[in-house]
């Protein structure tokens, strides 16, 4: 995965290809049943295919992953270009589902060349956003194996692309929180535009951010649950064990401890208990049972 994220021009996929007889079932074949795939078939002895070759390169890298090229050395790899019928050189064809869709042979202008391969991408579906949704899924897979550096680039990469793309922010942010870096987790999102600080994505990992740091200083659970349990009223005891367990992985058990808290005094230390609540539910996904159960049991005691 590290060629992928080399450097922007290529983030969801390796954009252009030597593809041989081998190679060509899966890199044009198989590759083209999701993203559209233009095969050069070329030789080193072609003056115009040293043209029309880098044109080529260029317009396919300037589509961002919407569509990917392969190369075909007609003198090494014979067998293809008879297949493909090739006559003369340059010759290219797009693939898409497995089968030829459009193509030309000889040199074109840079503005025909433009041309072919935005109808192509086109044809392919248009993948508007460049193939940078493609790269978020991979980094995100990252993440979840393990691979945080990995991950960590791309995000960077797709920022690179696109400065707005709040997911990529807050991806690469929590890159750091998984380091045990929470400064630079923060600076990663204090570094984002100002038309997407406020952003749903943004918000929930600066929710992260302040529980890591909370984190840092909770007590231990077990000691925690017997002060409570010998004081069902000590707030601060029960409020240090909310943060004890939700720093321990339980957000659940968190909740049910700042909801009893709520339930007792909801305005102790200036609504903390709801506060809290509020930056766990912000840190999960709106659609995690604890963050629905929590919200609604929350608003039946502010409504009861």
């Known amino acids: 995965m590290m060629d992928i994220i080399g450097g922007a021009d290529a983030l969801a996929a390796d954009l252009i290809k030597d593809v041989s007889e081998a190679t060509f079932m899966q890199d044009v074949v198989e590759a083209s049943q999701t993203v559209p795939v233009i095969v050069d078939f070329w030789a080193p002895w072609c003056g115009p295919c040293k043209t029309l ?12 992953g919407a569509v990917t090229m392969a190369k075909v050395n007609v003198d090494e790899n014979q067998m293809i270009a008879q297949q493909m019928r090739v006559q003369s050189i340059p010759a290219v064809f797009a693939f898409y589902k497995g089968q ?14 433009d041309a072919f391969v935005a109808k192509v991408v086109e044809a392919g579906g248009g993948a508007a956003d460049g193939g940078l949704g493609e790269a978020l899924e991979a980094a995100e897979t990252m993440m979840a194996e393990g691979e945080v550096e990995d991950a960590a680039q791309i995000f960077a990469a797709v920022i690179g692309e696109d400065d707005n793309n709040t997911a990529a922010y807050a991806g690469l942010a929590r890159t750091h929180l998984v380091a045990d870096d929470a400064d630079q987790a923060e600076a990663v999102l204090n570094g ?3 038309e997407i600080a406020e952003a749903p994505e943004i918000e929930a990992v600066r929710a992260q951010i302040e529980l890591a740091r909370q984190a840092e200083n909770a007590g231990p659970v077990g000691e925690l649950r017997n002060v409570v349990d010998a004081d069902p009223s000590d707030h601060q005891a029960r409020f240090d064990l909310a943060q004890a367990l939700h720093a321990a992985g339980d957000a659940e058990a968190a909740v049910a401890e700042l909801l009893e808290l709520f339930r007792r005094d909801r305005d102790w230390n200036d609504g903390a ?12 996904k709106p659609e995690d049972p604890v963050v629905l159960n929590g919200r609604r049991k929350l608003s039946s005691m502010i409504f009861a």
């Open 53 to 64: 070759g880098p044109a080529l390169e260029a317009a396919v890298t300037r589509a961002k």
């Open 100 to 113: 030829p869709i459009d193509g030309f042979q000889g040199a074109l202008p840079p503005s025909e060349i």
């Open 273 to 284: 208990a709801k506060a809290q609540l509020f930056t766990v539910f912000d840190a999960l």
């Open 192 to 194: 984002a535009p100002a």
